[in-house]
C-alpha cells in the first residue's frame, strides 16, 4: 500500500523557510496546490516537490516522550536541613543532566518557615526524576 505523505502549511513553511501567511498565499494564488482538510490546508509531497523542484523531505516524525511534575513536601525540617537538603538535591539534579541518556530535570524548593515546611518541584523525564525521587527518600530519612 502506498502511503501519501502531506505536510501542513506550518511544516511547508518551515521546510522553505519561509512564513506561514506566504505559504497560504501561495496556495490561495494557485502557484502552491494544496488539498483543504476541514479547515486546513494540506500539500502533498510530490506537489510541494512540484512546487520546489527539488525532493522534499520525510516529515519530521515525533517520537514519544514522558514527563513527570511533583511537588515533594517536607514537614517539620528546620531551615538549616532545609538549606542543606536543597543542596543536595539541586547538586543531584545538575549531575543528572550531564549524564549520558538522562533527560534534563527542573528542580525548584521553596520553604515556608512559618510551617517548617519544605515543598520541592521537580520536572522532568520518568527515569531521571524516580532517580531524584529516591535521592531525595534517603535524604529525608537521615536524622536533623
Do not use: C, W
Not at 494557485?30 to 490546508?41: D, E, F, H, I
Not at 512546487?51 to 516524525?61: M, S
Not at 511533583?70 to 539541586?90: F, Y
Amino acid at each position: 500500500m502506498v502511503r501519501q505523505l502531506y505536510y501542513s502549511v506550518d511544516q511547508v513553511a518551515g521546510l522553505l523557510g519561509l512564513h506561514v501567511r506566504t505559504v497560504r498565499g501561495y496556495v490561495r494564488d494557485g502557484r502552491l496546490k494544496a488539498t483543504r482538510v476541514g479547515r486546513q490546508y494540506r500539500v502533498t509531497r510530490e506537489d510541494l516537490e512540484a512546487f520546489t523542484g527539488i525532493p522534499a523531505p520525510p516529515p519530521a516524525r515525533r517520537t514519544r516522550h514522558a514527563e513527570v511534575s511533583g511537588i515533594v513536601q517536607i514537614d517539620a525540617i528546620s531551615p538549616e536541613a532545609t538549606i542543606r537538603l536543597t543542596n543536595l538535591v539541586m547538586a543531584a539534579a545538575q549531575g543528572r543532566h550531564h549524564e549520558p541518556g538522562h533527560d534534563r530535570l527542573r528542580v525548584e524548593a521553596v520553604y515556608d518557615e512559618e510551617r517548617a515546611t519544605l515543598k520541592i518541584i521537580v520536572l522532568g523525564g520518568l527515569g531521571t526524576t524516580a532517580d531524584l525521587l529516591k535521592i531525595i527518600d534517603t535524604l529525608i530519612e537521615e536524622p536533623e
